[in-house]
């Protein structure tokens, strides 16, 4: 979600009313998602980097965050949307864990739908804590060093239980990955707008889907395999 210190710039506004209409758009994007037949948003909220930002903008993005928590339980509960979370999330502000441990727990029986914030995420952080409890798993006896399979090595992932995305969108033009989903997007596909995060709709997100579904996915195989054999027509 990109763009929301840009779109309060060009109408002469301070940043955090551009994270604040960004909020909105996390608002009606879960929502429109769901509607297209999404099964899983992840939405990069927070990276690993951002704490670097001034310290009066982390602290507006922490209060959005609290409030946004506080706000949708309800809305998550009423409309089954599960609610997840990736991320050293223990080095949140102890109010946002609170709020997560609890919106979690109270979502969890849900399957339909699953938002899941990236929070103090970074994909080079969780492959440092993916590796050093693989680590540990192997010291104690749980794996063995020799079945270092990517099947067995992903369930230390943050994202352990959760399906590869088949799409990554980035808004507000920038053409870069930003340390997002490194390992879990081999095989995406990405689809970059120039849309700015607060103006992002649901007919951006219907024309990005779109979009991924005119692409051939072809994990490494020839087009013939995933299409199949080409079918003599008899006349
Ligand atoms: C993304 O918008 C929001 C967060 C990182 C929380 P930016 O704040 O990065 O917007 P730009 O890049 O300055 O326009
Ligand atoms: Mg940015």
Redesign the pocket.
Known sequence: ???????AKQRGLP?IE??RR?VETVRTTTFAARDLGVKMLTLY???VE?WKRPQDEVGA?MGLLEFYLKKELETFVRDRVRLRTIGRTDEMPPGVQKLLRTTIEETKHFTDYTLVLALNYGARTEIVDAARAYAAAVAAGKEKLNDGSWATFNRYLYTADMPDPDLVIRT?GETRISNFLLLQAAYAEFVFTPV??PDFTKADLAAAIAEFNKRERRFGQTSEQVTGPVKTVAK
Request: aromatic content about 16%; proline content about 0%; glycine content about 22%.
């Open positions: 979600m990109d763009g929301n210190g840009r779109w940043r551009g994270h960004g909220a927070f990276s951002n993005l507000s700015l995060w």
